[in-house]
């Protein structure tokens, strides 16, 4: 329950406020799935076996990759980024859907009064100060292995200094829920 929060991100044409990193599918498209038993046998159609993360590889179909771009016209202190969770439980077509959702601003038509799924509190290490009129892209991962799943999160910021050109006035550290726990 984020309450003490400020969207610095204002919605503009192909960048809102809120925007998707990720989907997951089900059921795994029988491909997906051939190449993740030949990774845990170790074959080499699957890779060879083994895993950049350290596990055998079989469940590398579920890691994913996002950079999102936000505007902020007012200048500002990003402390943090707020993930959020929505999922399609049943799709009945005509007969209407049965969701989930922490999003903020669709939580009330999904799941009003749920209180057993949070949004989640990426932290930076240090506050990233921004002009007004900045962008900021965030890049973010889901990294997994044959036991657990972890992200890992950072922030730039850029200022427009022509009309096609911007600068980056500065960056965090890269965030790890390896390291750092994140408040869900």
Known sequence: MLH?????????????????AWEFVHPLPASTLAIAEARRGGG?????GGSMAGGDGANEHNTRYSRMKFVCRDRGVVNGLAGYFEAILYDG??????????????????????ISWFPIFFPLKNPLYYPDDAELE????????????????MVEAFAMVGPE??????????????????LM
């Open 4 to 20: 003490a929060i400020d969207y610095l991100a204002t919605t503009v044409p192909d960048h809102p406020r809120i925007q998707q």
């Open 44 to 48: 080499v159609s699957g890779g060879g």
């Open 93 to 114: 077509g005509a007969e209407g859907k049965i969701e989930l959702s922490t999003r903020p601003d669709t939580i009330d038509d999904k799941s009003k009064d749920m």
């Open 138 to 153: 965030v890049s973010i991962w889901r990294q997994t292995d044959d036991r657990k799943v972890w992200y890992e999160w």
């Open 165 to 182: 050109k911007r600068m980056r006035l500065g960056m965090s550290e890269v965030g790890s829920s390896r390291k750092v726990g994140c």
